[in-house]
């Protein structure tokens, strides 16, 4: 079964730092791009951050560039993202997804298959 | 980057069709796929059209999507509509120039 489970979630300060981890079963990792999506509290869904399939290419959102970094270990089916300097506006539901397969090639503008999410809470 | 622009909601009774679009803000709707996604409350997305029009396998066929370059739109039709449809839609496509992603809003479809 091809699955995503996030981890690493929490409640941290304003100004603090948090690392997120996603674990992959049930695929091939190191062939996909991944990603994560972001959900505040009653609002909708924001992209974050891709991460190519070697881990040597990234992408951010305006919002988190310069304080979040993804990354992967490939060997261990993982995809990480450390985020620094948070902000209230950070909280939300972080969502890791698998960058879209269409005729057995690999590509990063879709996502055809998401986890359950972590719930990170930034609040003093 | 652009913005895509979706209505906060629709309604339509069972077994009825509703649509839902999906406005691109700038350039064209045809320069990037578009992507739609469901999201039951307290679910996480899935995907249910790629590639503006395509449907994943096990995604019914009463999903369908299409794209209207007159009006740089996208849209989700869904005819037989059951309750289980009643979920917030999303749509998605990305800026290939900056290397981004973009969602729509998202549209809470009730069905009643």
């Known amino acids: 079964e091809v699955q995503l489970v996030e981890s690493g979630g929490g409640l941290v300060q304003p100004g603090g730092s948090l690392r997120l981890s996603c674990a992959a079963s049930g695929f091939s990792f190191s062939t996909y791009w991944m990603h994560w999506v972001r959900q505040a509290p009653g609002k909708g869904l924001v992209w974050v951050s891709y991460i190519n399939r070697d881990g040597s290419s990234t992408s951010y959102a305006a919002s988190v560039k310069g304080r979040f970094t993804a990354s992967r270990d490939n060997a261990k089916n993982t995809l990480y993202l450390q985020m620094n300097s948070l902000s209230v506006e950070d909280t939300a539901v972080y969502y890791c997804a698998r960058g879209i397969s269409v005729g057995g090639q690999y590509y990063y503008y879709g996502m055809d298959v998401w986890g359950q999410g972590t719930t990170v809470t930034v609040s003093s | 980057n652009f913005m895509l622009t979706q209505p906060h909601s629709v309604s339509e009774s069972p077994g009825k069709t509703v649509t839902i679009s999906c406005t691109r803000s700038s350039g064209s709707i045809a320069s990037n796929f578009v992507q739609w996604y469901q999201q039951r409350p307290g679910s996480s997305p899935t995907i249910v059209i790629y590639e503006d029009n395509e449907r994943p396998s096990g995604v019914p066929d009463r999903f369908s999507g299409s794209i209207d370059s007159s009006s740089n739109s996208a849209s989700l039709t869904i005819s037989g509509l059951k309750t289980e449809d009643e979920a917030d839609y999303y749509c998605?496509?990305?800026?290939?120039?900056?290397?981004?992603?973009?969602f729509g809003g998202g549209t809470k479809l009730t069905v009643l």
């Open positions: 998605q496509s990305y800026d290939s120039s900056n290397h981004v992603l973009v």
